[in-house]
């Protein structure tokens, strides 16, 4: 819960994005601020905004907060390597728009995550179209690959 609480109070800070690949759920509605968080199983987590104002910076009790312009798993990436590097791998990442909803990493930062073969069975939840959450594992963000027989 903590973690949720972490990512949508930055999201809610966040400025709009306006970039095409995240306004691209949203066609027509209000731009979207976004944040991104993993919980390690050190118990710790991190928080990283879609962009704030270079001159700001948030900070969540037990969880600095990383600031700027770009995709959210991408700036999340930094600590997903460090705590990597420490043997302390992440157990759940969340991406989360300023209106509480999550979301699929974009494919920038699924491109990230399936990049890098340690990653693959990283838990994530998101909303479904029904608003239901659903979890997930990173490796389910590629689809089936190669595609199966049956399938054209």
Same mark, same amino acid.
């Given at each position: 819960?903590?973690?949720?609480?972490?990512?949508?109070?930055?999201?809610?800070?966040?400025?709009?994005?306006?970039?095409?690949?995240?306004?691209?759920?949203?066609?027509?509605?209000?731009?979207?601020? %976004?944040?991104?968080?993993?919980?390690?199983?050190?118990?710790? %987590?991190?928080?990283?905004?879609?962009?704030?104002?270079?001159?700001?910076?948030?900070?969540?009790?037990?969880?600095?907060?990383?600031?700027?312009?770009?995709?959210?798993?991408?700036?999340?990436?930094?600590?997903?390597?460090?705590?990597?590097?420490?043997?302390?791998?992440?157990?759940?990442?969340?991406?989360?728009?300023?209106?509480? %909803?999550?979301?699929?990493?974009?494919?920038?930062?699924?491109?990230?995550?399936?990049?890098?073969?340690? %990653?693959?069975?990283?838990?994530?939840?998101?909303?479904?179209?029904?608003?239901?959450?659903?979890?997930?594992?990173?490796?389910?963000?590629?689809?089936?690959?190669?595609?199966?027989?049956?399938?054209?």
């Amino acid at each position: 819960r903590g973690l949720y609480e972490a990512v949508w109070q930055a999201a809610r800070l966040s400025p709009p994005s306006r970039s095409r690949e995240s306004q691209a759920c949203c066609e027509g509605e209000a731009p979207l601020g %976004f944040a991104a968080g993993a919980l390690f199983f050190s118990g710790e %987590f991190r928080v990283c905004t879609s962009a704030v104002p270079a001159e700001q910076v948030l900070l969540f009790p037990g969880s600095p907060v990383a600031s700027g312009p770009g995709d959210v798993v991408l700036r999340l990436s930094t600590w997903l390597e460090e705590h990597h590097r420490l043997q302390d791998m992440p157990q759940l990442l969340l991406v989360c728009d300023n209106l509480g %909803f999550l979301h699929a990493p974009t494919s920038s930062g699924r491109s990230y995550l399936l990049g890098k073969g340690h %990653f693959s069975q990283l838990a994530l939840l998101v909303h479904d179209s029904e608003g239901q959450l659903r979890e997930l594992l990173c490796s389910d963000l590629a689809g089936e690959w190669p595609p199966s027989p049956d399938r054209t």
